[in-house]
């Protein structure tokens, strides 16, 4: 007798999936550490808020009963709680199941598969989030990436040389994930007066609230200012609602009129909604904890330094080790530590800040590695 399994699956052989997929990178998410005994692991991988979210959020979704009912499609009172936050019009603010899931309803409103022979283009720093170039292929377009400096820093005048005909949308991301560096906002606003109208600029603003450099871009000044411009936020890294998934674009009514159009219905549930809405409603008990992790921040890149590692600038929430061949190996002694980090090939790690124990141990690792740290 053939089982069901070997049915399905000699049905399924027939079917094609789009030949894009073959083309595409897997997303790799962060790895849990391994467990050892006697020791507590910690998971540095992921860029997770080490704490969990606030007890007035934990407290307002505790008695939420009514997950029977889809939620609001348009997500009014969130809408209405982050245009008050923000100064923003409500309408200028499109959600979505995390910035991901809003980046997503961006792409497929300005960049597709327009022409079978001449794709739409869409432009972003590498190395960078890990899933553009597989959300930029799903939607049926082409990706142009153009090389970080060896600062870690977007290269603003290659990425405005790469623009061509084709060029629908460019991803900027500040700060840059993995590597750190955030862009000034000078720089951004000569890239912007440089770059067709017509192309959508995305700032992509997932660690905006971890910034203390006077001199970074804020995407809501370049939105105000520029029609083309949308920004990218979420509620996974300073408010801990990475479970979640809530994010939101904000742009003028030219392009969310279109957003609207590609919004995934019901993408942000009335938990998540109701999450989001209170975190905003107590953001200064979220800013105090968002001190404490860039404090510990700047108590490990100062570590690293004095060790005489060479970090990039680091304005979100995590630290670049451009490790090179060593990858691999620095990635293995952190997990014999009890510390899952996210390696990247063989470019370099990306280690979270996590909590203090978990902090001190990685500088004890990097204090002991054998590898000279001159590449980093």
């Not at 370099?348 to 978990?358: H, K, L």
Request: hydrophobic fraction near 45%; charge should be negative; glycine fraction near 8%.
């Amino acid at each position: 007798m053939t089982s069901n399994n070997s049915q399905s699956t000699e049905a399924a052989a027939g079917i094609s999936p789009r030949s894009v997929l073959g083309k595409l990178p897997r997303y790799a998410a962060g790895k849990p550490p391994t467990v050892l005994e006697g020791v507590q692991s910690y998971k540095l991988s992921s860029n997770e808020n080490p704490l969990p979210p606030l007890p007035a959020v934990l407290a307002a979704i505790r008695d939420r009963t009514d997950i029977n009912r889809y939620p609001d499609p348009a997500t009014t009172s969130l809408r209405g709680e982050l245009a008050s936050f923000l100064g923003v019009p409500a309408e200028d603010i499109v959600t979505g199941a995390g910035s991901l899931g809003a980046l997503n309803q961006i792409l497929a409103a300005f960049a597709g598969q327009n022409d079978f022979d001449a794709p739409d283009e869409v432009i972003y720093a590498w190395r960078s989030f890990e899933a553009y170039p597989i959300c930029v292929g799903l939607a049926g377009a082409e990706s142009r990436p153009v090389p970080v400096r060896a600062d870690g820093t977007h290269d603003l005048d290659a990425m405005a040389a790469a623009v061509t005909d084709r060029t629908r949308v460019i991803l900027l991301c500040t700060p840059n994930n993995p590597t750190g560096p955030a862009l000034s906002a000078a720089a951004v606003e000569d890239f912007l007066n440089r770059v067709p109208a017509s192309v959508v600029v995305v700032l992509d603003e997932a660690y905006q609230e971890f910034v203390r450099d006077a001199g970074v871009v804020d995407g809501l000044e370049m939105y105000r200012r520029y029609p083309n411009v949308i920004v990218l936020r979420t509620f996974s890294k300073a408010h801990g609602l990475a479970g979640l998934r809530v994010g939101y674009s904000v742009s003028q009514p030219g392009l969310t009129a279109h957003l609207r159009m590609s919004a995934v219905p019901f993408a942000v549930s009335q938990i998540a909604e109701t999450a989001a809405v209170a975190s905003l409603q107590h953001f200064d008990e979220v800013a105090e904890r968002v001190q404490g992790i860039v404090d510990e921040r700047v108590r490990v890149v100062e570590g690293l330094r004095a060790l005489g590692w060479k970090i990039p600038d680091a304005q979100g929430n995590f630290v670049w080790l451009a490790l090179g061949e060593s990858t691999p190996d620095f990635a293995a002694q952190a997990d014999l530590q009890g510390l899952s980090v996210r390696a990247f090939g063989t470019e370099g790690v990306r280690v979270s800040i996590g909590e203090p124990e978990a902090n001190s141990r990685f500088l004890a690792l990097c204090a002991g590695y054998p590898v000279a740290p001159g590449g980093c």
